[in-house]
T-cell receptor, first 112, second 114 residues
Framework: DQQVKQNSPSLRVQEGRISILNCDYT??????FLWYKKYPAEGPTFLISISSIKDKNEDGRFTVFLNKSAKHLSLHIVPSQPGDSAVYFCAASGHTGNQFYFGTGTSLTVIP | SAVISQKPSRDICQRGTSLTIQCQVD?????MFWYRQQPGQSLTLIAT?????????ESGFVIDKFPISRPNLTFSTLTVSNMSPEDSSIYLC???????????FGQGTRLTVV
């Protein structure tokens, strides 16, 4: 049973525009959410996180939004750059442990 | 942040054999985890490696198939036992400093079973 879902397997965005990656979860016990970026042949790299006590967290070009009532989070990248092209995974964990449950990933391509 | 080294980075193994993957963290960490990423799929948690006690396995994963060791706060191993082609996957080690902190990943071990 997939507790974290990314329904868009791929996304193509023009350089300089906004990239919006979406993620939904089903487990209401999740209270910590993260986004990871993964290049081929490398492990995932941590990008940004958000606790359930917040609804927004911003770090440079990256902003994560959390809508707890909808069990939905999104990652905004503004402006998008070709180097952002990678697979993005969202992940969630609950307060009972630090096990992370990952979505299926969204492959972002930023077109120069 | 933690730097995680995994080895081997890749291997091709015969069915029926076993492979042990090593994970070394450059600092002491509270939590270590093992994940699997099968082709075209997400990262799936195999188990939490507990220091000084047996690993905690997720549903669908058992100790006989994936024995895990964690002798100290910086090192863990995962063994994939009695391998079959279905075990072909990327195996990833991860470490976290505590609750509600980000986890860091090794570069992964790409395993092909023939």
């Amino acid at each position: 049973d997939q507790q974290v879902k990314q329904n868009s397997p791929s996304l193509r965005v023009q350089e300089g525009r906004i990239s919006i990656l979406n993620c939904d979860y089903t487990n209401s016990m999740f209270d910590y959410f993260l986004w990871y970026k993964k290049y081929p042949a490398e492990g995932p790299t941590f990008l940004i996180s958000i606790s359930s006590i917040k609804d927004k967290n911003e770090d440079g070009r990256f902003t994560v939004f959390l809508n707890k009532s909808a069990k939905h989070l999104s990652l905004h990248i503004v402006p998008s750059q070709p180097g952002d092209s990678a697979v993005y995974f969202c992940a969630a964990s609950g307060h009972t442990g630090n096990q992370f449950y990952f979505g299926t990933g969204t492959s972002l391509t930023v077109i120069p | 942040s933690a730097v995680i080294s995994q080895k081997p980075s890749r291997d091709i193994c015969q069915r029926g054999t076993s492979l042990t993957i090593q994970c070394q963290v450059d600092s002491q960490v509270t939590m270590m985890f093992w994940y699997r990423q099968q082709p075209g799929q997400s990262l799936t948690l195999i188990a939490t490696a507990n220091q000084g006690s047996e690993a905690t396995y997720e549903s669908g994963f058992v100790i006989d198939k994936f024995p895990i060791s964690r002798p100290n706060l910086t090192f863990s191993t995962l063994t994939v036992s009695n391998m079959s082609p279905e075990d072909s996957s990327i195996y990833l080690c991860s470490a976290a400093g505590g609750l509600n902190t980000e986890a860091f990943f090794g570069q992964g071990t790409r395993l092909t079973v023939v």
